[in-house]
């Protein structure tokens, strides 16, 4: 890891660029030879590097191509991809061109994207392969402005009508159909060769996850998401050494800024990760420098750390838990927080770091200056754990609506519970019960055709309200919970299940969790339970593990409620779990339970198990037993 002061800033000014498309053309012109793109050739079986300079010839290609469908500019443009060279060739192909690129999730459900394919209004969409058009297309039949659907990876005789008037095309045929000879000359590209040249024209829609009803399209500009990422540099800098691993889904707002837009600004490379399932092995692959990530992968690398933990001696497990807390008094220490460790700790430090930290840290490719956990809440304990390894670590809090950062910690002054202090030009103050407000040039242009949510979102004094409960201390913001998200017992107690689902989850036999209990006299747990944790569990108590019937097994109850109680030890006792429902069978997307930014689907998992709801109470039999 190279120390900062040799590391080169080379920042592109959003003023200097105006559009998004025109800072990707000057960053050819200033570095058309440095490593731009890295993805997995699945044909060669190689990783393929991709230069600045070559990459703007592609997005030439793709421009012209698209220039032929002769759509007007502010039209609609839709893609349906995994993270890769293409996706962003896509994208700034039809940003030059003025569209309006609609990002779409590739594990979301065929009827959300159908449905937001008609609420965009697309005039194309671009998938992967012809069998995912092919799940979509009855879903589509209706949609009378969607005219042609392309095809990344099309079997030969593949064009034709897809569906109706819809016509489905092979991108290789389409891109081999352009006249190259007409393209402007990539080396001397710049801002002004593009057609799109409005900062203020509407950039991209991006829909929201739909947790509560059916998603909302965020009209986002070429300034509002300029102004981010550079704000976001000016907290976190970037550099031209640095190399990210992208895996979070370019559709999310927080990847597509943080893990895209800023990387050109500052004129970093990106390799594109082949999969969550590869992930490990990539990072190994890979070394970034920079990772951009939501909770759960520092959860899932905590979890898996600790299980090895369970199976190593008593001494390996105290040399851990050592490392662990001599490391966090380091960096308290650094941060002007706390003392100075001793001189033994100052000694043991080296060691341990060797011995323990690096060989954990090796997991995420062991050479990462700035990791940055984004999305949701990460639990503190899991932050200390990664700090005192000695990660550098930092928690940023934003949403889609912001473009979509509002808040991060700074290395040099982070307070891991805190989701940091506003950036450069962000306004915050609490507002209405604790509700926290933002300002700022990066907030959304409105809700596509939702003029009455806009205005429920943006007052008239241009405060973003985010719906999320939160406090300020000494500037460092602490997110509390949802406004929307606070379950109120029968007795009046208030609790924000977000909270209680956080703790929960730490305890490594336990997936996901959802409390429930509004209305009710206590609280009570629905809880999808890890397949490997769940047969150590049943084993250990007597239980046949493949048995449908060891999960409502009162032994099986007390022991996961014991677990519970651990976790929860923090919390008042009003909010104590009382009643528990086990479940082997995940949440996912495919189901309807969790949207594809991993939040969970209250309202929709609640109906699945309603009945197993009314159960856990009526089991409970008395009132008295909940107090």
Same mark, same amino acid.
């Given at each position: 890891m190279r120390p900062e002061s040799s590391l080169q800033s080379d920042i592109i000014q959003g003023k200097a660029a105006g559009t998004l498309p025109g800072l990707f053309a000057i960053r050819i012109k200033r570095t058309p030879e440095s490593p731009a793109y890295r993805q997995f050739d699945t044909a060669s079986g190689v990783w393929r590097s991709y230069t600045w300079q070559e990459m703007g010839m592609l997005v030439v290609c793709w421009k012209l191509a698209l220039a032929r469908e002769n759509f007007a500019p502010g039209d609609r443009v839709a893609i349906l991809l995994h993270n890769s060279v293409e996706w962003v060739c896509f994208d700034q192909a039809a940003l030059s061109l003025g569209l309006v690129v609609v990002p779409l999730y590739p594990s979301d459900t065929p009827g959300n994207i159908a449905y937001i394919l008609a609420d965009s209004g697309a005039r194309l969409l671009l998938v992967g392969t012809q069998g995912r058009w092919e799940t979509l297309s009855p879903l589509c039949a209706s949609l009378t402005g969607l005219s042609k659907v392309l095809c990344l990876r099309c079997p030969a005789g593949g064009t034709g009508k897809a569906n109706r008037e819809i016509v489905l095309e092979g991108v290789e045929d389409w891109l081999a159909r352009t006249d190259q000879s007409a393209g402007p000359d990539v080396n001397q590209a710049g801002?002004?060769?593009?057609?799109?040249?409005?900062?203020?024209?509407?950039?991209?829609?991006?829909?929201?996850?739909?947790?509560?009803?059916?998603?909302?399209?965020?009209?986002?500009?070429?300034?509002?998401?300029?102004?981010?990422?550079?704000?976001?540099?000016?907290?976190?800098?970037?550099?031209?050494?640095?190399?990210?691993?992208?895996?979070?889904?370019?559709?999310?707002?927080?990847?597509?800024?943080?893990?895209?837009?800023?990387?050109?600004?500052?004129?970093?490379?990106?390799?594109?990760?082949?999969?969550?399932?590869?992930?490990?092995?990539?990072?190994?692959?890979?070394?970034?420098?920079?990772?951009?990530?939501?909770?759960?992968?520092?959860?899932?690398?905590?979890?898996?750390?600790?299980?090895?933990?369970?199976?190593?001696?008593?001494?390996?497990?105290?040399?851990?838990?050592?490392?662990?807390?001599?490391?966090?008094?380091?960096?308290?220490?650094?941060?002007?927080?706390?003392?100075?460790? /001793?001189?033994?700790?100052? *000694?043991?430090?080296?060691?341990? !770091?060797?011995?323990? $930290? =690096?060989?954990? +840290? @090796? %997991?995420?490719?062991?050479?990462?200056?700035?990791?940055?956990?984004?999305?949701?809440?990460?639990?503190?304990?899991?932050?200390?754990?990664?700090?005192?390894?000695?990660?550098?670590?930092?928690?940023?809090?934003?949403?889609?609506?912001?473009?979509?950062?509002?808040?991060?910690?700074?290395?040099?002054?982070?307070?891991?519970? /805190?989701?940091?202090?506003? *950036?450069?030009?962000?306004?915050? !103050?609490?507002?209405? $019960? =604790?509700?926290? +407000? @933002? %300002?700022?040039?990066?907030?959304?242009?409105?809700?596509?055709?939702?003029?009455?949510?806009?205005?429920?979102?943006?007052?008239?004094?241009?405060?973003?309200?985010?719906?999320?409960?939160?406090?300020?201390?000494?500037g460092h913001v602490f997110i509390c919970g949802r406004l929307k998200e606070i379950l109120v017992t029968s007795s009046g107690e208030k609790v924000p299940p977000a909270d209680l689902e956080m703790a929960i989850v730490q305890e490594p036999l336990f997936d996901q969790a959802m409390v429930v209990g509004e209305g009710r006299p206590c609280l009570a747990t629905l809880l999808v339970l890890n397949r490997c944790e769940w047969e150590k569990l049943a084993s250990s108590i007597g239980l046949e593990v493949a048995a449908a019937e060891s999960l409502t097994h009162p032994a099986a109850q007390t022991a996961v409620l014991a677990r519970i109680k651990t976790a929860l030890r923090g919390f008042p006792r009003y909010a104590r779990v009382r009643a528990v429902y086990l479940t082997l069978e995940p949440w996912s997307v495919e189901n309807g339970l969790i949207t594809p930014t991993m939040k969970l689907k209250r309202s929709a998992i609640e109906q699945r198990f309603a009945e197993e709801i009314i159960q856990l109470y009526v089991g409970l039999r008395s009132p008295d037993l909940c107090l």
């Open positions: 801002a002004d060769e593009y057609y799109c040249t409005d900062p203020r024209a509407l950039a991209t829609l991006v829909y929201t996850s739909g947790t509560t009803g059916r998603p909302k399209g965020v009209m986002l500009s070429h300034y509002n998401i300029l102004w981010n990422a550079e704000a976001v540099l000016k907290a976190i800098p970037g550099y031209r050494e640095d190399v990210y691993l992208s895996f979070l889904p370019l559709s999310h707002a927080f990847e597509r800024t943080v893990g895209y837009y800023v990387p050109i600004m500052a004129g970093s490379s990106v390799a594109y990760a082949r999969s969550l399932k590869n992930l490990a092995e990539d990072l190994t692959i890979v070394r970034p420098s920079v990772l951009i990530a939501v909770p759960q992968i520092f959860e899932s690398v905590h979890t898996g750390v600790r299980q090895q933990l369970q199976e190593k001696s008593p001494l390996a497990r105290l040399l851990f838990d050592w490392t662990v807390a001599i490391g966090w008094q380091r960096f308290a220490a650094m941060q002007g927080r706390y003392s100075q460790p /001793s001189w033994w700790q100052r *000694l043991a430090w080296p060691v341990l !770091r060797r011995l323990v $930290a =690096d060989r954990v +840290l @090796a %997991r995420l490719g062991g050479r990462l200056r700035l990791a940055v956990s984004g999305g949701s809440p990460l639990y503190g304990e899991i932050s200390r754990c990664f700090i005192g390894l000695g990660l550098p670590l930092v928690q940023g809090y934003g949403l889609t609506e912001a473009a979509p950062v509002l808040t991060a910690n700074h290395l040099e002054d982070n307070i891991p519970d /805190s989701v940091g202090t506003a *950036l450069p030009g962000v306004e915050i !103050r609490i507002g209405d $019960a =604790d509700e926290l +407000l @933002a %300002r700022s040039p990066g907030t959304m242009l409105g809700y596509w055709n939702r003029p009455e949510a806009t205005r429920a979102a943006i007052d008239p004094d241009g405060w973003l309200h985010t719906g999320d409960q939160a406090r300020i201390t000494d």
